[in-house]
């Protein structure tokens, strides 16, 4: 038996499949448009591991995807592909759409012309929280019951994606699980998103550029525990059921900024002696943004048992210290070499 992951070459999906491979002997297919957010070394170390393939494509194609759950008998798809981050989102929608629903669509569609050959079949739709829009302050956290409001052109696709998977499970009856996750942080996350890009640039001595105010909540996930609640929701999770993934972890923006900076202050104190907090800068604030994210996991913990196991503290700091030693990976996906190098050996 087999499991296909889509998106297997981003942050989640690279950490999923070396947590999956770490840990059970079931083969995994890696699908991945290698977009710029999709790096082929994230799954260096499983270059010779014969439990390891990798497909470069788009989980659009319906052929390809339709061969490959055939050829490997394949017995779950996790679904992380999609376009990522919300300001490419509003700088240019188009792209959110070709991927996160005509992209998912036909996915789907593969999934239909072939679920019923393996009565063990599930698919599993990764999500996020930011489908149910925003919270005020003292609203309480997103239950999995809460309606769908998204504000961003990403969140809106994602959730255009949670209903078409939705709308094949009544229709077509596939087995579908689908859940709705927080803001993650880890190892592998490419230096665009809020931590990585505050670690990268104040290392490279400019601006932390922080949103308005800063003072937006995030309900930080480490990216381990993400991957612990999407094997659990595989493995015991209800067909046709959502999940909400959440780290319990509510911090404003300028606080996570704030420890990043007090974390690199002691890890690698600057030359002059300064903070790195001096380079926080407020900036214009994004346009539609969501002011609090906050997830109830309640759900997934009585029914599955499933909880973070990662404090924010001890998370953050182990992020930090990746980026510090690997400062090469930040150097490789952020420079015109990587992406000549996938042009010359994909086309
Ligand atoms: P990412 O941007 O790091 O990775 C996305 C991956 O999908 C990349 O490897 C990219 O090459 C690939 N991809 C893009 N288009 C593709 C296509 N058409 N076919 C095949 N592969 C394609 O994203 P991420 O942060 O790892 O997020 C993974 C999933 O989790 C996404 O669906 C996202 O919506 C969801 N999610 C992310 C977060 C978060 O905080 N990052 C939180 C909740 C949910
Ligand atoms: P981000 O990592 O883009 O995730 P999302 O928008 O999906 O929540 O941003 C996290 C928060 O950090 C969000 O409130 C926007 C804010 N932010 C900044 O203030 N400055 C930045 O440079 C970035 C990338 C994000």
Known sequence: MTILVTGGAGFIGSNFVLDWLATSSE?????????????????????????????????????????????????????????????????GPAPFFETNVMGTLGLLEAVRGYFAQRSDFRFLHVSTDEVYGTLERDEPAFAETNPYRPNSPYAASKASSDHLVRAYRETYGL????????????????????????????????????????????????????????????????????????GNNQKTNIEVVRALCALLDRKRPKADGTSYAGQITHVTDRPGHDRRYAIDACKIERELGWSPAEAFESGLEKTVDWYLANEN????VTSGAYREWVARQYG
């Open 27 to 91: 083969p995994v297919v890696t699908l991945d448009a290698l977009t710029y957010a999709g790096n082929l070394n994230n799954l260096k170390s499983l270059e010779s591991d014969a439990r390891h393939s990798f497909v470069r494509g788009s989980i659009g194609d319906t052929a390809l995807v339709a061969r490959l759950l055939r050829s490997h008998d394949v017995r779950a798809v996790i679904n992380f592909a999609a376009e990522s981050h919300v300001d490419r989102s509003i700088s």
């Open 175 to 246: 087995p579908v699980l689908v859940t709705n996750c927080s803001n993650n942080y880890g190892p592998l996350q490419f230096p665009e998103k809020l931590i990585p890009l505050m670690i990268h640039n104040a290392l490279a001595g400019k601006a932390l550029p922080v949103y308005g105010d800063g003072l937006q909540v995030r309900d930080w996930l480490y990216v381990g525990d993400h991957c612990s609640a999407l094997r659990r929701v595989l493995e015991a999770g209800s067909l046709g059921e959502t999940y909400n993934v959440g």
């Open 329 to 332: 990976w930040v150097a490789d």
